[in-house]
């Protein structure tokens, strides 16, 4: 059952679809948000998660990207930005001023960033995501959505798992030292998941799956972050279920944590 937090009410409430078996989600993006960037993909990350997971259930996932106001420049810019965070493309793409849904149905879930307002005629879930704040990048109005760091070295998976760090409903602060343990993290996992896929496989223990799926049911990324660091140095658990545990968990959180497998 997947639970979020309904900006409306202030409490979780359970995700049902208009439409058995069908997810319809939005995801809002305002001309601000294309502006800092960051905060815009922040809203796309979220609604990747969302997807991700319900998928994992058995529903069918279809979402658009509702942008308002930005230059094409940016729009593509923030597209180009979440492509390189592993965010799978939007089912359709539409403005406010479009039809209210382009899913062929009403939509189920709407995200959209803290402060945004949403038509209160508007149904279904509403979800807010925290702004976000890239620390180095440029904030000015017109800097390009979705500017990622560069250079030689840089992952920007690493930003993805920093974004996932923060609970999303709550702000994100990116700090070069928070980016810096991420690209950290991902190596170490990454090396630990090859290491691991050479043992036999084994199933994730029962504890271990069921805190993975309350976790992920209430896309609460920071819980199953730490369920990862918790597992990877535990000498009890085998090492083919640690593997099954991060590939499970890696279908939603989208690290790529297999690359370096075989290399």
């Known amino acids: 059952m997947l639970r ?10 359970e995700v049902r679809p208009a439409r058995p078996g069908v997810l319809r989600v939005c995801a809002h993006v305002q001309q601000d948000e294309a502006g800092s ?4 993909l922040r809203v796309l990350l979220v609604a990747d998660l969302l997807a991700r997971t319900a998928e994992l259930t058995g529903l069918q996932v279809l979402t658009t990207l509702e942008i308002s106001g930005p230059p094409v420049d940016q729009a593509a810019a923030l597209e180009s930005a979440a492509n390189a965070l592993g965010i799978h493309p939007p089912t359709a793409r539409t403005s406010a001023h479009d039809a209210p849904s382009p899913l062929g149905g009403p939509i189920d879930v709407h995200l959209l960033s803290q402060g945004a307002s949403l038509d209160q005629g ?15 990048t440029d904030s000015r109005p017109d800097a390009a959505a979705g500017r990622l760091p560069a250079g030689q070295g840089h992952d920007p998976l690493a930003v993805r798992l920093a974004l996932m760090s923060f609970p999303s409903h709550q702000p994100a602060d990116l700090a070069d030292d928070g980016l810096s343990g991420a690209r950290e993290t ?43 660091r918790g ?4 000498a009890s658990v085998p090492a083919g279920a640690k593997f099954e545990t991060f590939a499970y968990a890696d279908r939603i959180l989208g690290l790529d944590l297999a690359r370096d497998i075989g290399h």
């Open 4 to 13: 979020l937090l309904d900006a409306r009410t202030g409490s979780p409430a």
């Open 37 to 40: 960037g960051i905060t815009a």
């Open 122 to 136: 508007q149904g279904g879930l509403v979800v807010s995501v925290g702004a976000a704040h890239l620390g180095g």
């Open 186 to 228: 991902l190596a170490y996992w990454r090396q630990q998941v090859a290491r691991w896929a050479e043992s036999p496989s084994q199933p994730m223990p029962v504890h271990i799956a069921d805190a993975a799926s309350a976790a992920f049911n209430d896309l609460d990324t920071v819980s199953a972050l730490a369920l990862l």
């Open 231 to 234: 597992l990877a140095p535990d």
